[in-house]
């Protein structure tokens, strides 16, 4: 496979974009699965843990069910709010010098 | 707790009224949709014209089906805090589809998302395969959900199951094939926003009783139940059968044709990615509403009441509406309950017909070369064809356990469809017999592995013990669907699959030529 060299993807800043992407991606990723098999882990082996009482009549179950649902979607949140301004702003600026190379 | 004679499965007036407004609501929709549903990329994507709100919207209407209302208040009513963790998995294939694939589809497909398994294989081997996967999923959802609507609208309105079915199918073809997917878009939106709003009135209501304070509605449910409703209980009493059916759910999500369709809907990756982001807002608000609703049916309706009308304890929220609201205010959650219905069969129909018609046909068939005019064509022919097998399928399965069919559903989803398309985007080393190789693996595993198991080999069949132990098979069949990926590519590599990796990297990453 002989590539020539004005191939955009042998471009540093394109390789750095698309590392910095899946760092991103699958940092976020590797929290989700975490906190979802954590949970899964904890009913399975540890459900006395979520048994125990805050309050009156209220368990840490119930508060941590509804947390992984409210995390699950604030970390949507903060992938958007990277890809939209940060990724998006890289993709434009290495569009915009691709255009410049070819010209 | 006294109880009270449920005027269910009666007609009810503000039902049939509030039912009859949403119809003619939603067929003057498609009758506006109709001038704009002309062109293929009209009628799959909706001219890609949708926003990121309304996508939004619209993916949470796919997705939020009645059995999530209806099965999940009702399984938190009779067992408490277990149901909780059904709608946590339904929910965190949502940030899954996020971080991993929503930009790739968006960027390196056109309508399906076969498009994107078969950007750079050889087209007709990877599109029989993928459309293979895509209908099985889509079949097995539509069953579910016809045989389930089917004993709904016979609960809830007294209506002869096999009316019911035929009324389903019927308007449900009527969106898809006049208003394409511009009217199913609406369809979804105005479900969604029912649904939702439904389900805060009914929760404010039912919270009111408790001034307002929701520790009080679980201290009611404990002194009543015993606090053993507060506590897990033995739904995940097999921690590996737990693990697999986390899978299923979570990678399920990124692999549900209906869904991954939404994505071609809007303008470009940014709008897909905000999308996303206001769908998995949504569906969290409704499964932490179901919650309430399963605890305040508890305590407000009773366990005795809800099992006495329905062992499954489906009719939780509308008896719970029926408590809070009356007559009028149950009609209303019935007729919402049937709009969410209508909108889940149509969005399933319509993506099962542009499989049929963009995958099988048109670069199957017609290797490609095809007239948009023939194309929407044959999508429109696919959209009756697929509404009459729906109605069939529903008339078939009348009376029929068919509870494993979405666990089925999600299960081939989650090993047939999202490694393939996974291994396809992200792996260079990715060939056609591996794609193949994956996807059949994928299906053929998921399928035997659920006849064989305790949700159709013991509660179908009837046999005295399951021969695989699981009720899930997604811990087996999706590493297996990838096992089967890498070999099929390392034994039969693909030098042109390589060779345009680079290419499809530039789209998939900078949107360079996405459509």
Redesign the interface.
């Known amino acids: 496979m002989h590539t020539p060299t004005a191939d955009p993807t042998r471009d540093n800043r394109f390789s750095a974009l698309v590392r910095k992407r899946w760092s991103v991606s699958l940092t976020l990723t590797a929290i989700m699965l975490a906190i979802y098999y954590g949970f899964i882990a904890i009913l399975a082996f540890r459900p006395d843990l979520f048994a125990a009482r805050v309050g009156a009549h209220m368990t840490v179950g119930i508060p941590v069910g509804l947390g992984v649902i409210i995390v699950s979607w604030l970390l949507t949140g903060i992938y958007v709010r990277w890809a939209n301004d940060d990724y998006d702003t890289d993709v434009e600026s290495l569009k915009h010098a691709m255009r410049e190379n070819r010209e | 707790m006294n109880t009270f004679a449920t005027t269910i499965g009666q007609p009810n007036a503000t039902s049939i009224a509030f039912f009859f407004v949403f119809i003619l609501g939603t067929l003057a929709i498609t009758w506006f949709a109709a001038k704009k549903s002309r062109s293929a990329s009209q009628f799959y994507a909706a001219g890609r014209s949708v926003t990121g709100w309304q996508n939004g919207m619209a993916l949470a209407g796919d997705y939020m089906s009645a059995a999530s209302f209806l099965g999940i208040a009702g399984l938190v009513s009779l067992k408490g ?1 277990d149901g ?2 059904y ?3 339904f ?2 294939g ?3 589809i ?3 694939i929503a ?1 790739p589809l968006r960027n390196l497909g056109k309508y399906t998302f076969a498009d994107v398994v078969a950007y750079r294989l050889s087209q007709k081997p990877i599109r029989i395969a993928a459309s293979i996967g895509s209908l099985l999923t889509v079949c097995f959802y539509l069953i579910a959900q016809m045989v389930g609507s089917g004993m709904l609208i016979k609960m809830m309105f007294g209506l002869p199951y096999e009316t019911a079915i035929i009324a389903v199918g019927a308007v449900m073809i009527a969106y898809v094939l006049f208003g394409g997917m511009l009217a199913t878009t609406w369809v979804q939106i105005i479900k969604a926003m029912l649904l939702l709003a439904g389900a805060t009135v009914m929760v404010g209501m039912a919270l009111s009783r408790f001034g307002f304070d929701v ?1 009080a509605l ?2 009611a449910a ?2 009543t139940y015993g ?1 053993n409703v ?3 209980g033995g739904l ?1 009493a ?2 590996l059968d ?2 697999s059916l ?1 899978l299923a759910l ?1 990678f399920g999500t990124a692999g549900l044709p209906h869904i991954l369709m939404r994505f071609y809907t809007v303008p470009d990756a ?1 709008t897909a ?2 999308s ?2 206001y769908a ?2 949504l569906i ?1 608000y409704f ?2 509403l179901t ?1 309430i609703i399963g605890f305040a049916a508890m305590v407000l309706v009773g366990r005795d009441m809800i099992g006495s009308v329905d062992k499954g304890g489906n009719m939780a929220a509308l008896l719970l509406a029926e408590v809070t609201g009356g007559t009028v205010f149950l009609g209303f959650i019935a007729a919402v309950a049937f709009a969410t219905i209508l909108a889940v069969v149509a969005g399933l129909t319509l993506a099962g017909a542009t499989t049929l018609s963009h995958d099988l046909y048109v670069n199957v068939l017609r290797s490609g070369r095809s007239s948009e005019e023939d194309e929407v064509k044959v999508a429109k022919r696919a959209t009756v064809g697929l509404g009459i097998v729906a109605i069939l399928l529903g008339l078939a399965f009348k009376g029929q356990n068919v509870a494993f069919m979405v666990g089925l559903a999600f299960a081939i989803a989650a090993s047939a469809n999202f490694p393939a398309l996974l291994l396809s985007i992200f792996w260079k080393g990715t060939s056609t017999s591996g794609a193949v190789a994956s996807i059949v693996t994928g299906t053929v595993t998921s399928v035997v592995l659920i006849v064989l198991s305790p949700t159709v080999w013991v509660s179908v069949f009837g046999n005295p013990a399951p021969i695989f132990p699981w009720k899930n098979p997604a811990l087996i069949s999706m590493p297996l669907a990838f096992a089967a990926g890498w070999l099929g590519s390392v034994l039969v590599p693909d030098a042109k699959a ?2 345009l990796y ?1 290419a499809q ?2 789209r998939n ?4 030529g996405a459509e």
């Not at chain 2, 990453?509 to 360079?512: E, H, I, M």
């Open positions: 805090y909780l963790i709608s946590i998995g929910l965190v949502w940030p899954i996020m971080f991993l930009e520790t679980f201290d404990a002194k606090d507060l506590n897990p995940v097999n921690p737990a693990l986390g979570m940014k990615r905000k996303v982001f998995t807002g969290g499964y932490v919650f390589r060779s680079d990297q530039l990453y900078l949107g360079v």
